[in-house]
């Protein structure tokens, strides 16, 4: 077993653990020695965490703000996570990953120099921010990945509302503030795959937290300027689970109670050309019906616009 895999375990019991846990029970449950053990304690302790020692085991007291441990600790999913100071682009970190054969894996960033959105638009990235990306090899073909998109945007917004902000969905992937609709977040999905199989798909998710709003653009905000709760490393966490726990056939149910756009005027202008009229409907695995004025048109990608409040 990998030092990144024994540490994770020893979270994973730190974290489940309703006390003190000796270092022999930890060792026997991790199938390594007494001396891995307290090596790992150690790089705990130089991360951040408080890990009190003593007679009956050890407890962890508290743990740091924010880093790859911090993440990892009490994290409900087998993700390993990779965590950076400073990323040009945590996607482009989980394509590299990909290349080299992994999965599961969860790239953080505090802050990024070339972080980007849909259509190769650029994202403002400063610290504060969640810029996570999730590697997985879902058994799905690459018809399915639009999905996945609206899975992370709906994790996006329960995290959200748990920090005290009421957020809401545009369609496909932009998280907004309720009422002011000034963008919260983003989710820019990516994957290669096979004619009937995904071989690789990265969620990439951009969630403006614990940043300053007068440093942000025009027209988006923070979960910080909004006056929601600024833990970054919960609502990390939350996001990933959420995606991770939702199935496929759950995805649309929850992404339309969560949604602004449907019974909106829209305008989408797609590849084809615009298309304009009332939003009604979300079909899998996430296309926009507008009702035209020459019937219902089922947009599979485009750019969305509201044409006027709800």
Not at 58 to 82: H, K, Q
Request: include cysteine; hydrophobic fraction near 40%.
């Amino acid at each position: 077993m990998s030092e990144r895999d024994t540490r994770r375990r020893l979270l994973d019991e730190l974290a489940a653990a309703e006390g003190p846990v000796s270092g022999p029970a930890l060792a026997d449950r991790l199938d390594v020695s007494r001396a891995a053990v307290w090596k790992q304690i150690e790089a705990l302790r130089e991360a951040g965490f408080e890990v009190a020692s003593g007679a009956d085991g050890y407890a962890v007291r508290s743990i740091p703000d924010y880093g790859a441990d911090a993440i990892a600790y009490g994290l409900d999913t087998p993700y390993a996570v990779e965590f950076h100071d400073r990323l040009p682009s945590t996607n482009d970190r989980a394509r590299e990953l990909a290349a080299e054969g992994a999965s599961d894996r969860l790239v953080v960033a505090d802050e990024q120099t070339g972080g980007r959105g849909r259509l190769d638009r650029s994202w403002d990235s400063p610290p504060g921010g969640v810029y996570a990306s999730l590697l997985r090899r879902p058994d799905r073909p690459p018809a399915h990945a639009p999905v996945f998109t609206l899975a992370a945007a709906v994790a996006v917004t329960r995290a959200c509302r748990e920090a005290g902000v009421d957020a809401v969905i545009k369609w496909p992937n932009d998280v907004l503030v309720a009422g002011s609709e000034r963008k919260l977040a983003g989710v820019l999905t990516e994957m290669e795959g096979e004619a009937d199989r995904i071989s690789w798909l990265i969620v990439g998710i951009g969630a403006n937290v614990d940043v300053d709003g007068a440093t942000l653009p025009t027209g988006a905000t923070s979960v910080r300027a909004a006056g929601g709760d600024v833990d970054r490393r919960r609502f990390c966490q939350r996001v990933v689970e959420t995606v991770h726990g939702l199935a496929p056939d759950a995805v649309l149910p929850a992404w339309r109670e969560n949604a602004v756009t449907l019974g909106r005027l829209v305008r989408v202008e797609t590849p084809g050309g615009t298309v304009e009229g009332e939003a009604v409907d979300v079909e899998f695995p996430g296309a926009l019906v507008v009702r035209t004025d020459d019937g219902d048109r089922v947009v599979h990608a485009g750019d969305c616009e509201h044409l006027r409040p709800a």
